[in-house]
């Protein structure tokens, strides 16, 4: 039997995920017959062929037309638009790393080499801690530096530059030098078939530094203002990128540039029984979660948003579970030492007579990102749903 | 005053020295064996030489009184390398060092006060006491920096430089031990002004100023006409210990810093040469020497007496242009306010 699929143009469009599925879907868009966005076999009980589905639904916001002239774009189309921006604006802006200068891997700097020339877009050696340190000099000296890492789980050669030497630079020369002018841009997260070494979330050995800032995106709309406003930053920052969203989401995105304002969480729906906390492609897991709570349960939850890691807006959060009582943050790295325990500790700290049952934390195992298990791995909804029903139930 | 400006008048104007011959790798040109120096050079780089080593041996003595903590790695004996280096480029150049770093800090322009109380960590220092022995800045001087990351960057710095023809000279002063163990012990080959292969490279007798001047000037036109990087291998010596908790003798005889403090001693071979080939007057230099000596006390008393930076500034510059926010002290009711 056949479950209806819900298709329009230019909305979202959902797919229903899960192993075991006795139905089986197929969906379009718009009535294109080229519109398939997951084609699945319409053989009967055929699971050995069936593709992997996203564990999330991408709910795209709607659209701002507080910024001018908007344009369809997804994750990396709104990335490009975003260095376009950067690049025109400020004469300084150079963009580098490995195979930048074709458009790269993930198309984000399609078109740009062309435009703006091959002194301001070009590609590196194979060097990680050289892309970073020369992306150090390079800020040092007065210009912008924009430097991308292929796979955030290819930084580690780089961290040494980071934290020892980007990180500290201001402090440590006593303002009078700096390197305010770098970004370092890398796609992070799951993306169903990156296994150990292109799924990682590194953020949380970031947020142990003091002196950067690290910043995840949840859709191209904030993609591009967020990205815009680490550029403008004057400090160094990190940028993760979800590479799942690059293509999956999609959504109107302003043509000119515009600003979000960093160290400053979303609360995308407010609740009374329950904050939810979550970045990146996580964000879409828990709006899912909450609607689920709401059907299923009648319980009213808070989403937010955290959108910077480093420094985090602790005020939304607390002043969020001292209004509902119990919170559930999660994340795709793993638990142990995840960015969610730091968030957990500041929490109990400022809102501990508040807190109506311990706080919860839905993340990936302590293990190694798996291959074939990445859909055990992940916290998917019905992890984050059962760990909600467990403190709603305390 | 009077009486050097009378002596002035019997001097040489200058005079004409040969110097040591560099080796070369992929180079077909070489630096020259002869150089000039004039009087005045002379006592320009006879003074900054002897500010060096004064400095470096009162740092000595305050880190023995405990006014000086922390990190300190000594310069003295290499003297003739910074100073050198900075005869043959411009102060609008760059330069960027390891940890060994308060020759470099003067010759680049700071004062011997500044220098010197930001190794006793006060507010008079030019980090503002934050930075300590091994992050000194200043315009177009980069430090000053910790080398704990630097393992095997060289290379792939090497790699960009010579790809991309930056006028870069990579600068290795050898001074024959890394911390502890000797070169023949830790690096397979010696030869390190061969290791950057692709890049030409020269070594150069690093105790003698005037040598290392005339490779500087030669790599530095090499480089400034968009030939690419070039190495310098300055051979050279350390009278201390690696740092401040080395003795200096564990992994060497005392015999072996005797010798080169008689035979090689850059500052005596400058004075030999200037006295011998009437550019100046021992009278002259010693009234130098009592000169930078005043000069070394008073910066020394600076240092002592100036006040720490007040522990506000302790969460101060992390970020820039924050709204100021808390950084937490060394217990949870201790606050400060990070501006920048």
Redesign the interface.
């Known amino acids: 039997m056949a479950a209806a699929v819900v298709a329009s143009t230019a909305r979202w469009v959902r797919v229903r995920a899960g192993v075991v599925e006795a139905a089986r879907l197929r969906c379009q868009l718009g009535g294109s017959r080229f519109g398939r966005l997951f084609l699945l076999p319409s053989a009967a009980g055929d699971v050995a062929q069936r593709r992997h589905v996203a564990h999330f639904t991408f709910h795209p916001d709607p659209e701002n037309r507080k910024y001018g002239q908007t344009q369809k774009m997804n994750l990396f189309q709104s990335i490009t638009s975003a260095l376009d921006n950067s690049l025109a604006k400020d004469p300084t802006a150079v963009i580098f790393g490995e195979d930048v200068a074709f458009g790269g891997v993930f198309r984000c700097t399609v078109g740009l080499r062309d435009k703006y020339g091959k002194d301001r877009v070009f590609n ?2 194979l ?1 990680e ?2 892309i970073v ?2 992306g150090i000099g390079v800020a ?1 000296n007065g210009a912008t530096a924009i430097a991308e890492i292929q796979f955030a789980d290819y930084i580690f050669p780089a961290f ?2 980071i934290v ?2 980007a990180a500290k630079y ?9 390197c ?1 002018g770098l970004t370092i841009r890398a796609p992070w997260g799951c993306v169903g078939h990156g296994a150990l070494y292109h799924s990682q979330c590194p953020e949380a050995f970031f947020a142990h530094c ?2 950067i ?1 690290i910043v995840v995106p949840r859709s191209p709309f904030q993609a591009k203002g967020l990205l815009l406003s680490c550029i403008e ?3 160094p920052c990190i940028f993760f990128e979800p590479k799942i969203l690059y293509r999956a989401a999609v959504e109107q995105v302003p043509v000119e540039p515009y600003y979000i304002p960093l160290s400053q969480a979303e609360v995308l729906q407010e609740g009374s029984d329950v904050t939810l906390v979550a970045w990146g492609t996580q964000v879409h897991v828990i709006r899912e979660v909450a609607s689920m709570a709401r059907e299923k349960l009648g319980v009213s939850c808070e989403v937010i948003d955290l959108k910077t890691i480093l ?1 985090w807006d602790i005020d939304t959060v607390c002043k969020s579970v001292a209004k509902t009582g119990r919170l559930m943050i999660s994340h795709e790295a793993p638990l142990t030492g995840g960015f969610a325990s730091e968030i957990s500790s500041t929490v109990q700290e400022e809102c501990f007579l508040n807190l109506e049952a311990p706080i919860s934390r839905v993340c990936g195992y302590d293990t190694p990102f798996p291959h074939i298990f990445e859909t055990f791995y992940i916290p998917d909804k019905w992890k984050c749903y059962d760990a909600l029903r467990k403190m709603i139930n305390y | 005053a009077g009486r050097v400006l009378l002596a002035a008048r019997n001097f040489a104007n200058d005079a004409s020295f040969d110097i040591k011959k560099c080796d070369v790798h992929r180079l077909e040109d070489e630096p020259p064996t002869t150089a000039v120096l004039t009087r005045e050079e002379g006592l320009k780089y006879y003074k900054i030489m002897q500010t060096v080593r004064r400095m470096e041996l009162k740092a000595d003595q305050l880190y023995k009184q405990k006014i000086i903590r922390g990190f300190c790695h000594l310069y003295d004996g290499q003297e003739a390398c910074c100073v050198g280096l900075e005869a043959g480029i411009n102060p609008t150049d760059h330069v960027i060092t390891a940890y060994r770093a308060h020759g470099f800090t003067y010759t680049r322009g700071l004062p011997v006060r500044e220098i010197l109380a930001e190794l006793t960590g006060r507010r008079g220092g030019c980090a503002k006491g934050k930075g300590g022995s091994m992050h000194m800045y200043a315009k177009n001087f980069y430090g000053g920096n910790g080398i704990v990351g630097a393992q095997g960057q060289i290379f792939e710095t090497y790699n960009m430089a010579a790809l991309w023809k930056l006028p870069c000279i990579f600068i290795c002063e050898n001074n024959r031990y890394g911390m502890g163990t000797s070169v023949e012990r830790a690096a397979a080959s010696t030869d390190y002004y061969k290791r950057g292969d692709f890049i030409p490279g020269i070594r150069v007798d690093g105790m003698d100023v005037l040598c290392v001047r005339e490779a500087t000037k030669f790599a530095a036109a090499y480089c400034r006409s968009g030939k690419g990087p070039m190495l310098m291998e300055l051979q050279t010596y350390r009278y201390h210990g690696h740092s401040m908790s080395d003795p200096g003798v564990s992994y060497r005889t005392r015999e072996e810093i005797q010798e080169v403090r008689s035979k090689s001693d850059p500052i005596m071979l400058l004075k030999d040469r200037m006295v011998n080939n009437n550019l100046a007057s021992i009278e002259e230099l010693k009234e130098i020497d009592v000169e930078v000596r005043k000069e070394i006390e008073d910066a020394a008393q600076f240092a002592t007496a100036d006040p720490e930076p007040p522990l506000e500034e302790l969460g101060n510059h992390i970020y820039c242009r924050e709204p100021p926010f808390e950084v937490r002290g060394a217990n949870q009711w201790i606050k400060y306010k990070s501006v920048s």
Do not use: A, M
Not at chain 1, 170 to 178: E, T
């Open positions: 590196t050696p060097c801690q050289g340190g020369f040092v040494d530059q020892n030497e201001r402090y440590r020369s006593g303002d009078l030098f700096n305010g003091p002196g800032k930053d004057k400090n420094p």
